[in-house]
T-cell receptor
């Protein structure tokens, strides 16, 4: 499909294990975003990639979280030593340009992470 | 603590009725967006408002941005079951307008 693709769609992991979540943005989109959505809460900004600029990592909640992006394509969000409070839906989004004005941000369906 | 407060949290109405969802903050935003999210899917952008006092209409949906750019409302006229979903407002501010602050959402159910 032509939308933002995320995998896995569901992941159950044991506390303390590492997990990797993958995002394939829409082809040609220079901007890529990761958000976290906990049950009953709004989306929380995690990280933003724009072209070759240094990413804005200001939303990452701890040093257990990291993300990489290969050029203007695939991105991977890694959570090390998972904790139960990491359980959430992790949403990836991409857009042609950065920002909100005159620009549409397209979200993937998310990766539902459950830490047991 | 949510930067953007949405009310009500839940709304259940009969088909054909009108509804209004509110999004309030003590912060000023350079732009504000409304999204709709259905179960198992990501949010889908409905509208972006950028000017204080701005009103935008999208078929039966009317969006308003407050004069001070701190609040917004979404009004749906003659709601239909297809309007059912989670409505999220999100604001961007300053030079980092790629970084959205989301409200917790309003779950709207339209009964046939």
């Amino acid at each position: 499909g032509a939308g933002v693709s995320q995998s896995p769609s569901n992941k159950v992991t044991e506390k303390g294990k590492d997990v990797e979540l993958r995002c394939d943005p829409i082809s040609g989109h220079t901007a890529l975003y990761w958000y976290r959505q906990r049950l009953g809460q709004g989306l929380e900004f995690l990280i933003y990639f724009q072209g070759n600029s240094a990413p804005d990592k200001s939303g990452l909640p701890s040093d257990r979280f990291s993300a990489e992006r290969t050029g203007e394509s695939v991105s991977t969000l890694t959570i090390q030593r998972t904790q139960q409070e990491d359980s959430a839906v992790y949403l990836c989004a991409s857009s042609l340009l950065g920002g909100t004005v005159g620009n549409t941000i397209y979200f993937g369906e998310g990766s539902w992470l459950t830490v047991v | 603590t949510q930067l953007l407060e949405q009310s009500p949290q839940f709304l259940s109405i009969q088909e054909g009725e009108n509804l209004t969802v509110y999004c309030n903050s003590s912060s000023v935003f350079s732009s504000l967006q409304w999204y709709r999210q259905e179960p198992g899917e990501g949010p889908v952008l409905l509208v972006t408002v950028v000017t204080g006092g701005e009103v935008k209409k999208l078929k039966r949906l009317t969006f308003q941005f407050g004069d001070a750019r701190k609040d917004s409302s979404l009004h749906i006229t003659a709601a239909q079951p297809g309007d059912t979903g989670l409505y999220l407002c999100a604001g961007a501010s300053g030079g980092n307008d790629y970084k959205l602050s989301f409200g917790a959402g309003t779950t709207v159910t339209v009964r046939a």
